[in-house]
């Protein structure tokens, strides 16, 4: 089990895949499990046998002197080979399965950064953060790359875990049978706040994910009233859009997570806290205490006012 703070909604069980792809890499490791059971069962239980039975007892004599068994010997050669040629097999066919393309797979690029991901839906045209929505029934290839150094995505229920490597692309093929909520994380080492690189991975209906995908698609909500209409002008002012992204308004930098619908997401900085008004207020006043080391500066100087006019907006970016 993860610890996984707010980060944490669905089970997290290597065991229970949810995809085609993930049980095959399931059923080959219960096999080899099964089948080095097996040989380790069979070779504890053959030298207990020989410790009991040939044990030394009162007034034996010196047993017979005996070296080398030439048949035994190319049995105990012969038995393993064959063992490692099933697994072997085993093991092709099994990476075949998984590796198998899908034609008219839905493609989402899926970035590692320190310490957050990103996802980009070429043939949606949107672009998302830190929560991953995909549809249930439908192929999906998730196209691995790394922005900055080497992460690794991996939810424990796909079965599959690959590096994302700067400069290279790495296929994950997966296809949902039910809908879910699954957490995972980064497993490759990759800085400070390696620990809060949390994965979540929304699995829906195709009618949920089609309606989800055609809201992130929009540009975000103009703002209605005055507070919004300040928030945002909060947000256009400050540094904030050197490095962030909201469609519909001129900021479109891309160094951190798109906040164009960070509304419409669970938590906040990959999963460190719940994405509440208070949790959101905390993350940018302090966000060197909430996750140190992340790469956004303390927005501590701003005025009360101004800082909940601008929860208040980001929080609207539904
Ligand atoms: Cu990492």
Redesign the pocket.
Known sequence: MLVCGAACRGPIDSFAPVTPQGRAISDLFIATLVLSALVFLLVVGVLAYVLVRFRERPNDAEPRQIHGNTRLEIGWTIAPVLLLVVLFFMTIQTQRAVEAEAPGALRVRVIGHQWWWEYQYPDLGLITANELHLPVGRPLRLELEGADVI?SYWVPQLGWKKDTIPGKTNDIWVQFDQAGVYDGA?T???GAQ?AW?RVRLVAEPADQFDAWAEQQRRPSPTPANDTLRRGQAVFLQNTCVNCHAVAGTLANARVGPDLSHFGSRTTIGSGVLENTPENLRRWLAEVQRVKPGALMPNYNTLPDDDMRALVDYLEGLK
């Open positions: 992460h980064c490759e080492y990759c390696h690189m």
